[in-house]
């Protein structure tokens, strides 16, 4: 008999081990499916709200570190006075205002407006670069168009460079040219410096720095 005990107990044991591991497994399992499930409703929420709702700049009052968890609860550890009193942009539900999403601070307006543009006329440049004509180009005029997130502005800028054109055939015309570049380098594109671009022979309005 004590033999049958202790060969039941051999059994027992792994058993217990692998019904704990199996209970666990499906506690994470849930736990993730449920996350992700809640993030997917949200994601779905906020894109909805974006289409219907209205766009309007804000004030925030107070502000706390957090993290919304699952099925919404959000989570805090401690105050943020660093940003009351920055200016904001946020779009509401009309006919709910508690229904609410944050979109960018007011110093990045300027960014998420046009940045869009900018990135599309960058694929363009990417083409030209490839298939277009090679020329020295003078730069006439020279303007920041504040494109750059406010994480990065001390790196890089966005500018745009009204040029002077000089093909190796042809004769010479004016343009414009889009470019990110590094604050490190900017003293190479002052009025009168000299640049290798190249241009679309098609369109000569569509020029792209080399």
Same mark, same amino acid.
């Given at each position: 008999?004590?033999?049958?005990?202790?060969?039941?107990?051999?059994?027992?044991? &792994?058993?217990?081990?692998?019904?704990?591991?199996?209970?666990?497994?499906?506690?994470?399992?849930?736990?993730?499916?449920?996350?992700? !499930?809640?993030?997917?409703?949200?994601?779905?929420?906020?894109?909805?709200?974006?289409?219907?709702?209205?766009?309007?700049?804000?004030?925030?009052?107070?502000?706390?570190?957090?993290?919304?968890?699952?099925?919404?609860?959000?989570?805090?550890?401690?105050?943020? &006075?660093?940003?009351?009193?920055?200016?904001?942009?946020?779009?509401?539900?009309?006919?709910?205002?508690?229904?609410?999403?944050?979109?960018?601070?007011? !110093?990045?307006? !300027?960014?998420?407006?046009?940045? &869009?543009?900018?990135?599309?006329?960058?694929?363009?440049?990417?083409?030209?670069?490839?298939?277009?004509?090679?020329?020295?180009?003078?730069?006439?005029?020279?303007?920041?168009?504040?494109?750059?997130?406010?994480?990065?502005?001390?790196?890089?800028?966005?500018?745009?460079?009204?040029?002077?054109?000089?093909?190796?055939?042809?004769? &010479?015309?004016?343009?414009?040219?889009?470019?990110?570049?590094?604050?490190?380098?900017?003293?190479?594109?002052?009025?009168?410096?000299?640049?290798?671009?190249?241009?679309?022979?098609?369109?000569?309005?569509?020029?792209?720095?080399?």
């Amino acid at each position: 008999m004590e033999s049958l005990l202790g060969l039941l107990g051999c059994f027992a044991t &792994p058993v217990i081990l692998l019904l704990a591991l199996l209970v666990g497994g499906w506690i994470i399992y849930s736990q993730m499916t449920g996350a992700k !499930k809640y993030q997917s409703q949200r994601q779905t929420k906020l894109s909805d709200l974006r289409k219907r709702g209205i766009t309007a700049p804000a004030t925030i009052l107070s502000a706390k570190n957090g993290i919304v968890k699952t099925h919404g609860m959000f989570v805090s550890w401690g105050d943020r &006075p660093e940003e009351v009193g920055n200016k904001i942009w946020v779009t509401y539900n009309l006919n709910d205002v508690t229904e609410m999403l944050f979109e960018y601070h007011d !110093k990045d307006r !300027k960014y998420y407006l046009g940045y &869009p543009a900018f990135a599309k006329l960058e694929k363009q440049n990417i083409v030209i670069r490839k298939t277009g004509e090679e020329a020295i180009a003078t730069i006439l005029e020279v303007e920041d168009l504040e494109l750059v997130h406010s994480y990065h502005k001390e790196m890089k800028s966005v500018l745009r460079l009204k040029l002077e054109v000089t093909p190796k055939a042809g004769e &010479p015309f004016q343009a414009e040219a889009q470019n990110t570049f590094m604050n490190s380098g900017l003293h190479k594109y002052t009025v009168g410096k000299t640049v290798t671009v190249k241009f679309n022979s098609q369109d000569k309005t569509q020029v792209a720095l080399v």
